[in-house]
């Protein structure tokens, strides 16, 4: 391999890893907020001070989160994965 291509293929890998710690991030930030935002505010506003129903509701949006980066995860992966195989086919042309 030469070393430009070995340059690039780390800094597409630097580039790519990047982004999975932001997003990393975000996620670990939104599981922190959700519940505790959404059972407070389903509390005072939604449930009238009834603190089971409260919980509930934040044990759902935590749910919701977790799915939504494990979602996220595999369509990334999945992308990643399909992604080589077409450029060895073009490499082949």
Not at 5 to 22: K, M, P, R
Not at 59 to 73: D, G, H, R, T
Not at 83 to 92: N, V, W, Y
């Amino acid at each position: 391999m030469s070393e430009q291509a070995a340059a690039a293929n780390i800094t597409g890998q630097t580039a790519q890893q990047s982004g999975i710690l932001i997003k990393l991030l975000f996620f670990a930030a939104a599981l922190a907020v959700a519940p505790v935002s959404a059972y407070f505010f389903t509390k005072d506003y939604i449930w009238n001070g009834n603190a089971v129903l409260a919980a509930i509701t934040a044990v759902v949006s935590a749910n919701i989160v977790l799915v939504a980066f494990v979602v996220l995860s595999i369509r990334e992966e999945r992308a990643a994965l399909s992604q080589p195989a077409q450029q060895e086919s073009k490499k082949d042309r």
